[in-house]
């Protein structure tokens, strides 16, 4: 869905329970389209707000609030498998997509369906990075459609990985780049977040102050 005036807790409202889920019948991740005119600045601002309003929405519904294992602004073209983020094993993946001219495409694969439908034994198996034909997660897997490259963008999933302690189901994510071009970028946000009982206020605002007032863009 597209956002020209972005109302954050509307956002954060939107896609909850489609992220934060319980069962397969929600998909684990939701896109938004933020449309053009907004600066990077304000976008990162937007993506520390969703953070927020995200914590206290889990800290309703389960008791635990949101908090960085990190955030960070890189320039990436890079191929890679299916596979979850290296985060704690309750844990959610903001990606914020700044405009770009390179092409990519997002590939969500729900793990968790695969189980109950063709391999139950796939989560006491489960590894980090999808290690198995493609084709056993092809019935599984969403294509995100082409972004606007013109446009910024956020996907955020649950990471989560099939462990007792995980009280949401997570999915797979992989990224593809249809056309490299070094000569130009594609410059991706990155946030994971970990579902925790710890207060982490003041760690987080260090980060979140660091990241806004960064100009460092990662390779």
Not at 19 to 42: A, I, Q, W
Not at 95 to 112: Q, W
Not at 120 to 143: G, I, M, Q, W
């Amino acid at each position: 869905m597209e956002n020209t005036d972005v109302s954050i807790e509307k956002l954060a409202q939107q896609c909850f329970h489609a992220v934060f889920r319980t069962d397969t019948d929600k998909p684990g991740y939701y896109h938004f389209d933020l449309g053009k005119n907004r600066t990077p600045l304000e976008f990162r601002t937007i993506l520390t707000g969703l953070k927020k309003e995200l914590s206290k929405l889990s800290e309703t519904n389960f008791g635990k609030k949101l908090s960085y294992h990190w955030l960070v602004r890189f320039d990436q073209q890079v191929n890679t498998p299916f596979h979850v983020d290296n985060a704690a094993h309750q844990s959610f993946l903001l990606l914020g997509y700044e405009p770009s001219v390179i092409e990519s495409e997002l590939h969500i694969a729900d793990y968790h369906a695969l189980a109950k439908e063709k391999d139950k034994d796939y989560l006491a198996n489960f590894t980090p990075v999808f290690k198995e034909n493609e084709s056993l997660l092809a019935p599984f897997t969403t294509k995100l459609k082409s972004f606007d490259k013109e446009a910024y963008h956020i996907v955020i999933m649950n990471n989560s990985t099939p462990k007792l302690s995980a009280e949401t189901l997570g999915v797979y994510h992989k990224a593809v780049i249809v056309e490299q071009d070094f000569s130009k970028s594609r410059i991706v946000n990155s946030m994971v977040l970990n579902m925790t009982s710890e207060e982490k206020h003041i760690e987080d605002q260090e980060r979140e102050e660091n990241y806004l007032n960064t100009t460092v863009i990662s390779k």
